[in-house]
């Protein structure tokens, strides 16, 4: 059963579809379209819309409507160490938490993950990639660290680095060394193999960026 709000509901469906690339930076929102895709009012939606402008997804004003917020370069070596940071305390949070329920749920996400970069569905593959770090974090119960977290989100450039021929294959089995420790119950592997999934993105992004044209 989900508990969450229609707002909340509608701001996590939008989080996914700016952080997957569906909704590239620097597009345009259009409530009536999200409302009619998702079968809603368009209440939920202009109040999922404030969530996300507060959390720094999307800005707007009266005149031109809301757009999702240009990706800041200059920003993201900052942003690499509070994820860091916040990310390894939720993974310690769901470590405590983790079931045989909650892990099958999670393998089942890193599957889909990489039959969607087997199938070169990238933008499939950055949304399940989302579900799979929002499943996992939500574990912890821990809501005011991953609220912040999305935050940093929002400022990330998941879509640049998921566009890296190869960052995949990779990130799939970066994937599965988390679960594994999840699985074994071994916090100090699992916060370890969260930071080198999380470096190694960082990795890929510096040495694109570096490349010459």
Sequence with gaps: MDNRTKEEQVADFLREG???????????LKQAEIAEHLRLSIT????????????????GDSYRGVRVVPFDPS?????????????AQLV?????????KDIAELRALGAEFEQAFEQGDR????????RFHRRLYDIACMPQTLHFVQILWARYPFDLINAVE?????AAEE???????LTEGNASEAVLAMRKHIESGW??????ATEPD
């Design 18 to 28: 700016i952080l997957s690339g569906v909704y590239p930076r620097g597009s345009r």
């Design 44 to 59: 939920p939606v202009r109040e999922a819309l404030k969530l996300l402008e507060a959390e720094g997804y999307v800005e």
């Design 75 to 87: 920003a993201s070596a900052e942003i690499l160490q509070l994820r860091l940071l916040l990310e």
């Design 92 to 100: 310690r949070g769901a470590i405590d938490k983790v079931n045989a």
């Design 123 to 130: 933008a499939a593959a950055r949304g399940v990639n989302y």
């Design 166 to 170: 190869g960052r995949g294959s990779g």
């Design 175 to 181: 994937h599965e060394e988390i679960l594994k420790a």
């Design 203 to 208: 990795t890929v992004l510096k040495t694109v």
